[in-house]
């Protein structure tokens, strides 16, 4: 009995001990609670809330996919990408929907946590808290607009989600929705720091400002319909203006060439979302920009593309003569699939059937600098807000206040003028000469931008054809006057030829769009199209106009008098009212059981 | 007191010994009067080797005496005396006296596995008096499969054990899941309790099933409930083989054999191929294979290239045991050793273990005996697993589709055999690359170093009270190494993918664990007939993993394979360390009067480091009763009833398979975090759940009723078991809303049932003179039905991963439904012309009042895919996906039947699983070419396709496969199957040939596994689920074929 009881013993003492035994602490991660407590840790942190937006559900890969497939300028050519949305043949359980909401939420939970635990040491600086504040609340801003922009009103959270049991929450209404918002963006502007210290892949001023007047257009527009808010976008619009840190870069091109080689313009790119890197080291922050939305390449010296996206022929017909932007973004060329980077040969216009089958252009990897390039990469960053936006918001705003006022035409014609060419407008024969057995050269007076061949029948010249290129569509050269033309060589004599050029009235807005209130807000819409395509901004430009569903169906008439009924023509004739909104992903319905789904996708 | 000192010769001096500590111990006995002298030999049957040692015991008395080197006794008796023979591992006989001077005995070898002690939970008891359910795995027929590890051989064993393993691959690891999984989201696998030490996640391989002396499956609520905290997928008891009293026995056994691939898949001949590839693409097929004249007939009698035959091969196999077991009373040992070599039937993939073993037991005194085992392991596996594509995201490095896809004939002069790549047909999608040179230059190498050991001290307080303590130290060192060339997908530079060179990573863990498992057990019996034994004890244990690793690229000296890494750049590193401690207090007490009505009672409370301090602690209680009701007078006219037990038991088990740390709130660092102004990126901490103190012990409450009959002294035993399990408070990976941040969390939600119904029948059929026949059947069906999931949720979907454009969801489990049913679109045949109208010749358009399949309605024509439409909306979309089929069988077990005659034994065992379905993703792509690639071969199968002269419905055309990603009902196959799993033939030489050579046994034996399958499934095996998971199973893609071995094996005993 006594060893009995000393063994009782024995095991009392263990079983004492078993409180501390139990207690295994972690050795392989950190706590919330030993956190956030230096500059380096609350740096860190705010990188994760940043990080949202190189998320593959955002400007990694979602959105790039979406951009324009979801508008009126651009389709996905792809048959078999059946989990995007721009098919319009979606349900609530489409994943890239999902996935979009779940990346925008682990954003905000991000920021808040952030912003619960930014005071944790007060003995920081509180400038540098605040700096990290000012961004944390500006992304929990942007998170929740995106948000708004594509589902409408949505639950809001304003802190960190706490329990794993009391996980319902019910919906704001899209006011409250924007309004959090607005309160969040305003609250962020003066944290924030100023441009001049700020890259473009860190919030500023300006961007902040320029997102406000973003969205206090949209929630002028539909369905919020909160005219007030047009003032307050002019506002934040024209402080972004009347900064002087920005100005359009004097060449439309520049601005894609700058992104693709990693260099940044902050007068232009206010705001990029980050991507860097070719994958070849520990780092996955490479993303898709021009590696699916550029024009088609197989070939590894220029750096591969799929190319998912076609125009429309809305879009490729928007353009007028001497708009730059139209070579750039639509492609004259194809790539070819072997030989040195950016080998290419030109392609005549398309006809109008062949216009769908022609890629976007804009992101291009040839001039990617960051070498080998990663087939399934690129390190293109995302251009998340541009001066030419800012200007065209502020005209929007303005003339919404007080009509087409010459504050507000001056801004879209400052767009305009950047994008047009300053070339060689148009050419007169005004001797055809005689005697040419071969083509003459054709040479212009004042430099030797212009490049062009003649054109000969029955020993005259009857006309030019100048030189394709890639940038600006054909090398008409850019002159401040008239050039001389002059023919040599060829065997004969005595053509002769005048030319005219491009002026900045032939770059302004013309007089009948600035006629009325309607007609400019009318050339404003054709003007974003021109300017901001494939910029993942069509699709909520047309919803806040009201006028989504028949741009679409204006676009599935075009198609069916281009081409007939393609298999594409679909996805614009499904195109609904519901479709203005996307469905609460089912899985969001399912879990949160206070959530209600979107009108059309019950 | 006597002391001892240990050695291994007792057994010259036992018998004195033997007598002087009889004479200690049995002091003041009374010696009648009428004594006689009887003397006698013991022999051992067969063979009859006369045995020293025996205890001969006069019945009744304290009086006895052993045998001598000789076996020869002699004892001073009583007339009418009956004397009782016994040693350790033979049955015991008795023999009445009557009036015989000289009283010879044979004595017959116990099989362990029929022997009537159970072992079960910190004790074992007579199986006459177990209450609870506990199969006995039969380890005598179970080892004459030639497998790796016992865990291979176990399927159709045991009623209500389903074994389901991934596939053939060597080295791979089989599932065990007992009465049908408990859990969705973590682990089934039941708890192993090894030689007394509970291991959840024990490196089976390293056990050589040579070694085992016993396993039990402890299966109901009862029997589990003493190891509460994780028994509630059931506990698997194995004892190891220990030395026992007697001279030392040497054991050697070797075999050696191959093994083959019973199936391949029939190929498309050249010609076939061609005709498939012209009508595909008529341009590019003319351009390659239609110059110089040549057309399609003139590949008629082209040879194709045979890929499969060139990647398989006979796979040589062998296996050596050997082992030493003896000792005298008081000191028992045994010391093995094995020696398992496997080269796969896949070329470059093989399996190799090297074990050790050491046992020591040793009596101090009377009261105080301890022991140690110590066991060294090393297994190496090596080579690719097949059915998995590692290091890349190309569907190419899964080996059987460059095998299955690569052209049969190259159509020119280049030797496709020679060429390391098809660079016609590689895109970033497909790295069409040498099938032979590939897995050739495959490096994917595992080793693991298992070391082991346990020691025990068991101490008799008083004759009815025992303190047993028990500690264990196990080291697991794993270390894993990839290497891949520029001769492999994954490391060659015609990958377009490829952007890391040559390549390579190595990767090492360490598992910790100690544990200590100490009782005090209190056995006596009151009154005669009032029987308790008590047990109480406490246990702790404690685990720790740490792991590191890196990798590295751009490796410029290639020849130096994975030692030249340090050469490479280091692009990743991984370095982990965590760990959890358990500790427990149990109890049990079982209770019988005249071994006719029984009772058990458990209890058990646990206290796991993996829960918040307030929610730390489970208890577990169960309790069972029995009637044995053979004993009541009632039954007593029935002679032929032996054996009549009814059983029924309640208890509740536990469950914490969750990650260490689940309930504290974790942030993850992570090197990929965000950019700034071009900077390398900056690093991001983010975090990675939510804090749950509320996490706490799922609960499995299981009712089961039992049966047990036996018939003509049991020559038929016949067992019934019915159960029904319910799972709450399911430590589920539930999905949270999407707008919480989180993708899931770890919460106690859910409710799972399990029930099923178990029968097994043990006959012996034939037994007549030196012929036998046993037969043993068994059959068990489950059917499991989830109750409740998260919050509003009414089902989950899970995918699988294979080729990128098939990532929608094949599997739903949803509410009142099976886990893991299939799910999708129904096939239903092909469009005919019937289904069109032709406006103009050749032209067709499909009836406006026929559902499109998912592709644009214009696209579609005469021959193409078509699905059922279920809503009727006139569009295939995601609105008709159905549940297609099962996973899991309706019913599986096996069938043994061991005929003896001599020394011929001959043993089949046959296996079978019915009622679940088989997805074979592998026709997605072979038999149709859904994705539309290049110039790949496919299934023979698929000539049989639909074409205006072949209107089928049993393949669509070329270029029919209409919407890519459609998972559907088209390759779901009946993976109903009927296997010859084990044959044996084995012939043990007469005593009278082999004694010469101081042998006691000799036997030569063939045994083959997976001889003959009766099955309706079209892939090569129907054994198969290559993403094993109670949510995704029977799932074929690529799966390693399973082998068919035939052994030859030589037995010794000496």
Same mark, same amino acid.
């Given at each position: ?556 008439? =075009? ?29 969001? =319905? ?13 | ?285 003319? !351009? ?466 399990? !029930? ?299």
């Amino acid at each position: 009995m006594k060893k009995l009881c000393s063994l009782l013993a024995i095991i009392a003492v263990t079983a004492g001990a078993c409180k501390d035994f139990l207690d295994v602490k972690p050795s392989d991660f950190l706590s919330s609670s030993n956190y956030y407590t230096t500059p380096a840790e609350l740096e860190t942190a705010l990188t994760g809330v940043y990080n949202i937006l190189s998320h593959s559900a955002l400007y990694r890969g979602g959105v790039v996919y979406l951009n324009g497939f979801e508008g009126d300028e651009a389709y996905i050519n792809r048959s078999t990408l059946i989990n995007y949305p721009f098919t319009f043949d979606y349900t609530a359980t489409n994943p890239t929907i999902e996935n979009f909401w779940f990346a925008c939420y682990t954003g905000i939970n991000r920021a808040n946590t952030l912003l619960q635990n930014v005071d944790k040491n007060t003995a920081l600086d509180q400038a540098l808290r605040d700096k990290v504040r000012g961004q944390a609340l500006f992304l929990r801003g942007y998170y929740l607009f995106l948000l708004a922009q594509n589902f409408g009103g949505v639950p809001i959270f304003v802190a960190p989600t706490a329990s794993v049991e009391s996980t319902d929450a019910k919906r704001a209404t899209l006011k409250e929705t924007y309004d959090q918002v607005l309160a969040d963006m305003e609250k962020a502007e003066p944290l924030v720091e100023e441009v001049t210290i700020a890259k473009s892949s860190r919030v500023n001023k300006s961007a902040v400002r320029g997102l406000l007047a973003r969205v206090c257009l949209n929630m002028a527009g539909q369905p919020l319909n909160d005219q007030s808010k047009y003032e307050a976008a002019r506002k934040w619009a024209k402080m972004v203006i009347d900064d002087g840190s920005h100005s359009l870069n004097p060449s439309y091109a520049d601005i894609f060439i700058k992104i693709a080689r990693d260099e940044y313009d902050i007068r232009e790119c206010i705001w990029e979302a980050e991507f860097w890197g070719n994958g070849m080291d520990a780092y996955s922050m490479a993303g898709n920009n021009a590696r699916i939305n550029g024009p088609a390449s197989s070939n590894p010296n220029t750096g591969t593309c799929p190319a998912y996206i076609n125009i429309t022929g809305k879009f490729y017909n928007a353009f007028e003569a001497g708009d730059l932007r139209k070579p750039w973004s639509i492609p004259n060329f194809k790539y070819l699939a072997t030989g040195p980077r950016g080998a290419k040969t030109y392609e005549a216009p398309p006809t109008p059937t062949n216009v769908y089958l022609v890629n976007t252009g804009k992101y291009r990897r040839e001039y990617e600098t960051l070498t080998p390039q990663n087939i399934n990469s690129s390190p293109q960053n995302w251009p998340l807000l541009r001066f030419a936006d800012v200007l065209l918001m502020y005209a929007e705003a303005v003339n919404a206040i007080s009509g087409p006022t010459a504050e507000a035409v001056g801004a879209v014609n400052l767009v305009r003028r950047r994008a047009w060419s300053k070339g060689i407008k148009a050419v007169t024969i005004t001797s055809g000469g005689a005697g040419y057995t071969s083509a003459p050269t054709v040479s212009f007076s004042a430099g030797s931008d212009a490049q062009a061949t003649a054109v000969i029948a029955a020993g005259k010249v009857t006309g030019i054809t100048f030189a394709p290129d890639a940038v600006v569509g054909a090398l008409t050269g850019s002159y401040t006057s008239a050039p001389a033309i002059t023919f040599s060589g060829g065997g004969g004599s005595g053509a002769a030829a005048t030319a005219a050029i491009y002026t900045e009235a032939d770059a302004d807005v013309p007089a009948a769009a600035t006629a009325t209130k309607e007609s400019f807000l009318q050339f404003i819409q054709q003007e974003r199209l021109r300017e901001l395509n494939t910029e993942g901004l069509r699709k909520h430009d047309l919803i806040r106009w009201g006028i989504f569903v028949p741009a679409m169906h204006e676009v599935a008439n =075009m198609i069916q008098q281009d081409v007939g009924a393609p298999s594409y023509l679909q996805r614009f004739l499904s195109v609904a009212e519901r479709h203005n909104l996307w469905p609460i992903p089912a899985k969001e =319905m399912t879990l949160n059981r206070q959530m209600v789904q979107n009108p059309g996708w019950e | 007191m006597i002391t001892q000192k240990p050695s291994w010769c007792i057994p010259l001096r036992m018998g004195g010994v033997m007598l002087m500590l009889f004479l200690l111990t049995a002091p003041g006995q009374l010696w009648a009067q009428q004594q006689k002298t009887v003397t006698g030999t013991v022999r051992e049957q067969p063979g009859g080797t006369p045995m020293p040692g025996v205890r001969v015991m006069v019945k009744g008395t304290a009086r006895g005496a052993n045998t001598n080197e000789q076996g020869k006794y002699t004892l001073s008796v009583q007339e009418g005396a009956v004397l009782e023979f016994s040693f350790i591992g033979y049955r015991k006989e008795e023999r009445p006296v009557a009036g015989k001077t000289i009283v010879d005995v044979s004595l017959e070898k116990e099989d362990v596995t029929l022997s009537n002690v159970v072992v079960i939970g910190y004790g074992a008891v007579k199986k006459q008096d177990l209450t609870g359910s506990v199969s006995q795995v039969k380890m005598k027929e179970l080892t004459k499969a030639p497998v790796a590890s016992f865990t291979d051989a176990l399927a159709g064993r045991v009623a209500g054990v389903q074994v389901s393993s991934n596939d053939g691959q060597p080295g791979g690891v089989p599932n065990i899941v007992i009465r049908g999984a408990n859990s969705l989201t973590q682990s089934n696998a039941p708890l192993y309790v090894i030689d007394g030490f509970p291991v959840e996640n024990p490196e089976n391989a390293a056990i050589n099933p040579e070694e085992i002396e016993s396993m039990n499956i402890l299966k109901d609520a009862s029997a589990t409930a003493i190891y509460g905290s994780r028994a509630a997928n059931g506990v698997v008891v194995i004892e190891t083989k220990r030395g026992k009293t007697g001279k030392p026995a040497i054991t050697f056994n070797t075999s050696y054999g191959f093994q083959e691939v019973p199936k391949t898949m029939e190929m498309m001949s050249p010609y076939e191929f061609i005709k498939y590839q012209y009508e595909r693409r008529p341009d590019i097929t003319a !351009e390659k294979y239609f110059t110089d004249g040549k057309t399609l007939e003139s590949y008629r009698n082209t040879p194709a290239i045979n890929w499969q035959n060139e990647v398989l091969r006979k796979g040589p196999m062998s296996i050596s045991n050997i082992a030493i077991r003896g000792g005298s009373d008081v000191t028992r040992y045994a010391i093995s050793g094995s020696l398992y070599d496997q080269k796969g039937v896949v070329i470059n993939t093989d399996f190799k273990r090297y074990q050790a073993r050491f046992t020591l037991d040793q009596d101090i005194g009377k009261k105080l005996k301890v022991g140690l085992t110590a066991n060294y392991s090393r297994l190496k596996t090596f080579g690719q697993p097949v059915a998995s594509n590692p290091g890349s995201s190309s569907i190419s490095t899964y080996l059987w589709f460059r095998v299955w896809a690569y052209r049969p004939l190259s159509g020119d002069e280049v030797s496709l055999t020679d060429e390391i790549a098809d660079p016609e047909n590689i895109t970033p999608s497909d790295i069409r690359m040498n099938p032979l040179i590939t897995v050739q230059n495959d490096f994917t190498r595992d080793l693991s170093t298992v070391f082991s050991g346990n020691a025990y001290l068991s101490y008799s307080i008083t004759d009815n009270l025992v303190l047993r303590l028990s500690g264990i130290a196990n080291g697991e060192f794993r270390k894993s190494e990839r290497y891949y060339n520029s001769k492999t997908p994954q490391g060659s530079p015609l990958n377009p993918n490829n952007l890391r060179g040559v390549n390579g990573s190595v990767g090492n863990s360490e598992i910790n664990i100690w544990s200590s498992e100490n009782t005090l057990t209190y056995n006596k019996t009151f009154n005669e007939h009032h029987s308790l034994t008590a047990v109480g004890g406490f246990s702790a244990q404690e685990t720790r993993v740490a792991t590191n690793g890196y990798a590295a690229q751009n490796l410029p000296n290639e020849n130096l394979g994975i030692s030249g890494m340090d050469e490479g750049v280091p692009y990743t590193g991984t370095a982990t360390s965590e760990g959890n401690t358990l500790m427990s207090f149990f109890g049990r007490i079982n209770y019988n009067y005249r071994s006719r009505y029984l009772l058990t009672a458990t209890f058990r409370g646990d206290g796991s480091s993996k829960f918040a301090p307030e929610r730390r602690w489970g208890y577990f209680p169960s309790a069972a009763i029995a009637w044995n009701m053979q004993e009541e007078s009632f039954l007593q006219p029935l002679k032929a009833v032996s054996n009549a037990k009814l059983r029924l038991s309640y208890g509740i088990t536990g469950n914490n398979r969750v990650g260490n740390f689940e309930w504290f709130d974790r942030l993850t660092q992570s090197i990929q975090g965000y950019s700034f102004n071009n900077g390398t990126p900056s690093s991001t901490i983010n975090p990675a759940n939510i804090a749950n103190k509320d996490l706490r012990w799922e609960r499995t409450a299981q009712l089961n009723l039992g049966y047990d009959l036996g018939l003509f002294r049991n020559r038929i035993e016949f067992t019934v078991d019915l159960y029904r399990k319910i799972t709450n408070d399911l430590l589920l990976r539930a999905d949270l809303p999407p707008s919480t941040g989180f993708g899931t969390a770890f919460k106690n939600i859910g409710r799972l049932k399990n !029930e099923g119904i178990e029968l097994s029948l043990n006959t012996v059929n034939i037994s007549k003179g030196d012929f036998t026949w046993q037969s043993n059947f068994n059959i068990s069906f489950n059917k499991n039905t989830i109750l409740e999931l998260t919050e509003g949720q009414q089902f989950l979907q899970n995918a699988v991963s294979f080729e990128s454009q098939f990532s929608s969801p094949l599997y739903l489990s949803a509410i009142g439904q099976p886990a893991g049913m299939f799910f999708g679109y129904l096939f239903d045949g092909v469009y005919q012309y019937a289904d069109f109208d032709s406006p103009a010749p050749g032209v067709y358009v499909l009836k406006k009042e026929l559902p499109a399949n998912g592709t644009g309605r214009t696209a579609i024509q005469p021959g193409d895919v078509k699905y059922k439409d279920i809503n009727g909306d006139g569009l295939v979309n995601s609105l008709d996906m159905v549940v297609m089929g099962r996973g899991q069988p309706i019913h599986a077990g096996g069938f043994m039947n061991n005929f003896s005659y001599k020394g011929i034994t001959l043993s089949a065992f046959l296996q079978w699983s019915y009622g679940n379905q088989i997805y074979n993703a592998n026709r997605l792509t072979f038999e149709g070419n859904s994705n539309g690639r290049h110039e790949m071969n496919q299934f023979a199968s698929y000539v049989n396709r639909w074409s205006p002269e072949n209107q089928t419905n049993a393949n669509y055309r070329t270029n029919g496969h209409g919407p890519i990603g459609y998972h559907s009902s088209r390759v779901l196959e009946d993976g109903s199957y009927l296997r010859l799993k084990t044959v044996s033939l084995s012939y043990s030489l007469p005593a009278r040939y082999i004694r010469r050579l101081s042998m006691s046994n000799l036997t030569f034996s063939i045994s083959a596994q997976n001889l003959l399958t009766w099955t309706k499934y079209s892939g090569m095996d129907p054994e198969v689920s290559a993403r094993n998971s109670v949510l995704t199973p029977g799932f074929d893609f690529s799966a390693y074929p399973r082998a068919r071995t035939l052994m030859f094996g030589l037995n010794a005993n000496f």
